[in-house]
């Protein structure tokens, strides 16, 4: 199946948590006191992280900063997302929310961050006409006013699924757009002077020259204009927010757009796709919202902690601790495996994994390697207690990312020579050491593959 592609503006999203029981002595507000600080991608990069729930490949295509801001959206998002960046002027935008209790009591938002009006690279372009479905998932910031973008997916949308979020201060959908998914707020900003659901569906769907319109309302569901009519789609009752606290619903249009786009892309029709996405919205404001999809940045005295493997060097760093690398392949994980990452991290604070990628191990192993997908390698590692984080490389040598990372110490398997690994000159040019840890005999990647295509 062909992949989804997400194309839109990603924001860094910051939960500072904590208590309020007494008010500031200056002024009659509330003090918080910070428990814990996560992060999340927001806008487009939250619509993809939610999409690779129900998609098997997603691609995100957004304007990403080289500040700190984006990389630490790059580490949220990969290795489930695959992220094509764009050039972004400006900063990464963050909005913060402050909460206490389950509430939250203020939002401060950073961050100029605005798409260029630069035309798509070439890969973008071969990208997006690959696409089996496309969502665009518009956060106001300037991508969807590009017209190199609105040319491109007028024409994909006369033959492949394309759905649109809309933001008030975003372009129009363009014409010929499969589906629309406006809020209700959002629906009637756009019509001043019509105020019910079914009634803006049907209009909207004509004033966008759309194929449906979906309006999303709340916890009612949503409704839906194609060409057989307007249809009310409720929330299934299994499928509602128990009890009686107010649900967290950020990040819920994001969850219907991005089921709807898959169910698309699965071959569903505008209503079945409509009725999965109000479904899985529900059950993503019942689990907890985006809330639960957040990363503990750990400790709240750190302004900016970060989640990615460089943020994380730096922070270590900062804070005086021993950074340990290791690098490979990590095709088809096995005990081997796991003994040298556990010695890995036992030498140090923090310990980043060197991962090639799918490009690199076939450069190194031949055609018919990797038999796992480089994201779905980097997915198996972080899922490991003793892994903190993985920086995928492009070349068949860790030396680049080694210069970028400079780790205090570069851990191999005792089967290599210290002597004889390439890498070992910039470690060391670094103020680094190499350490060579034993190594579980009989295990090895590709002793696994021959020993399976012999069987």
Same mark, same amino acid.
């Given at each position: 199946?062909?992949?989804?592609?997400?194309?839109?503006?990603?924001?860094?999203?910051?939960?500072?948590?904590?208590?309020?029981?007494?008010?500031?002595?200056?002024?009659?507000?509330?003090?918080?006191?910070?428990?814990?600080?996560?992060?999340?991608?927001?806008?487009?990069?939250?619509?993809?992280?939610?999409?690779?729930?129900?998609?098997?490949?997603?691609?995100?295509?957004?304007?990403?900063?080289?500040?700190?801001?984006?990389?630490?959206?790059?580490?949220?998002?990969?290795?489930?997302?695959?992220?094509?960046?764009?050039?972004?002027?400006?900063?990464?935008?963050?909005?913060?929310?402050?909460?206490?209790?389950?509430?939250?009591?203020?939002?401060?938002?950073?961050?100029?961050?605005?798409?260029?009006?630069?035309?798509?690279?070439?890969?973008?372009?071969?990208?997006?006409?690959?696409?089996?479905?496309?969502?665009?998932?518009?956060?106001?910031?300037?991508?969807?006013?590009?017209?190199?973008?609105?040319?491109?997916?007028?024409?994909?949308?006369?033959?492949?699924?394309?759905?649109?979020?809309?933001?008030?201060?975003?372009?129009?959908?363009?014409?010929?757009?499969?589906?629309?998914?406006?809020?209700?707020?959002?629906?009637?900003?756009?019509?001043?002077?019509?105020?019910?659901? $079914?009634?803006? &569906?049907? !209009? =909207?769907? +004509?004033?966008?020259? /759309? *194929?449906?319109? #979906?309006?999303? %309302?709340? @916890?009612?569901?949503?409704?839906?204009?194609?060409?057989?009519?307007?249809?009310?789609?409720?929330?299934?009752?299994?499928?509602?927010?128990?009890?009686?606290?107010?649900?967290?619903?950020?990040?819920?249009?994001?969850?219907?757009?991005? $089921?709807?786009? &898959?169910? !698309? =892309?699965? +071959?569903?029709?505008? /209503? *079945?796709?409509? #009725?999965?996405? %109000?479904? @899985?919205?529900?059950?993503?404001?019942?689990?907890?919202?985006?809330?639960?999809?957040?990363?503990?940045?750990?400790?709240?005295?750190?302004?900016?902690?970060?989640?990615?493997?460089?943020?994380?060097?730096?922070?270590?760093?900062?804070?005086?601790?021993?950074?340990?690398?290791?690098? +490979?392949?990590?095709?088809?994980?096995?005990?081997?495996?796991?003994?040298?990452?556990?010695?890995?991290?036992?030498?140090?604070?923090?310990?980043?994994?060197?991962?090639?990628?799918?490009?690199?191990?076939?450069?190194?192993?031949?055609?018919?390697?990797?038999?796992?997908?480089?994201?779905?390698?980097?997915?198996?590692?972080?899922?490991?207690?003793?892994?903190?984080?993985?920086?995928?490389?492009?070349?068949?040598?860790?030396?680049?990312?080694?210069?970028?990372?400079?780790?205090?110490?570069?851990?191999?398997?005792?089967?290599?020579?210290?002597?004889?690994?390439?890498?070992?000159?910039?470690?060391?040019?670094?103020?680094?050491?190499?350490?060579?840890?034993?190594?579980?005999?009989?295990?090895?990647?590709?002793?696994?593959?021959?020993?399976?295509?012999?069987?």
């Amino acid at each position: 199946m062909r992949p989804l592609v997400v194309l839109g503006d990603t924001l860094l999203d910051v939960d500072a948590e904590g208590t309020a029981e007494r008010l500031c002595p200056e002024a009659p507000v509330p003090v918080v006191d910070l428990t814990a600080r996560r992060r999340r991608p927001g806008g487009a990069g939250l619509a993809a992280l939610l999409a690779a729930r129900s998609a098997a490949e997603v691609v995100l295509v957004t304007p990403l900063g080289a500040d700190e801001g984006g990389h630490a959206l790059t580490g949220l998002l990969e290795p489930d997302v695959t992220v094509l960046p764009l050039p972004l002027h400006g900063t990464t935008v963050c909005k913060t929310r402050v909460r206490a209790g389950g509430q939250s009591l203020l939002r401060l938002d950073s961050g100029d961050g605005t798409a260029t009006a630069e035309p798509l690279p070439t890969r973008v372009h071969e990208v997006l006409e690959d696409a089996g479905a496309i969502l665009v998932a518009d956060y106001g910031r300037g991508l969807t006013r590009n017209p190199d973008v609105r040319r491109l997916l007028r024409e994909l949308a006369e033959r492949i699924p394309v759905v649109w979020d809309p933001h008030p201060r975003g372009a129009q959908p363009v014409p010929g757009t499969g589906l629309v998914t406006p809020n209700l707020a959002e629906a009637r900003a756009v019509l001043a002077g019509h105020d019910e659901p $079914a009634e803006l &569906a049907k !209009l =909207l769907r +004509g004033h966008w020259h /759309a *194929g449906a319109v #979906a309006v999303t %309302v709340g @916890a009612r569901g949503a409704v839906l204009a194609d060409g057989l009519g307007e249809t009310h789609v409720p929330v299934p009752a299994a499928a509602r927010t128990p009890g009686h606290t107010a649900p967290d619903t950020c990040g819920a249009g994001d969850r219907f757009a991005a $089921a709807a786009t &898959a169910a !698309l =892309l699965g +071959g569903a029709d505008p /209503a *079945g796709a409509v #009725a999965t996405a %109000v479904e @899985a919205a529900a059950r993503f404001v019942a689990d907890g919202g985006a809330t639960a999809l957040s990363t503990n940045d750990g400790p709240v005295a750190d302004p900016q902690p970060s989640t990615d493997a460089f943020g994380l060097a730096d922070r270590v760093r900062a804070d005086g601790g021993r950074l340990i690398a290791t690098g +490979g392949c990590f095709d088809l994980l096995h005990p081997g495996h796991v003994s040298l990452l556990r010695q890995a991290r036992a030498l140090g604070d923090a310990l980043v994994v060197c991962l090639n990628s799918d490009a690199s191990v076939r450069s190194l192993k031949g055609p018919g390697r990797p038999l796992v997908r480089d994201r779905d390698r980097a997915r198996l590692l972080t899922a490991l207690s003793f892994v903190d984080a993985v920086a995928v490389f492009d070349e068949t040598s860790p030396a680049a990312v080694l210069e970028r990372l400079r780790p205090d110490v570069w851990v191999k398997g005792g089967d290599y020579a210290a002597a004889d690994l390439p890498e070992r000159e910039v470690v060391e040019r670094h103020g680094g050491e190499v350490v060579l840890v034993p190594t579980v005999p009989g295990y090895s990647t590709s002793r696994l593959v021959a020993a399976a295509a012999s069987a």
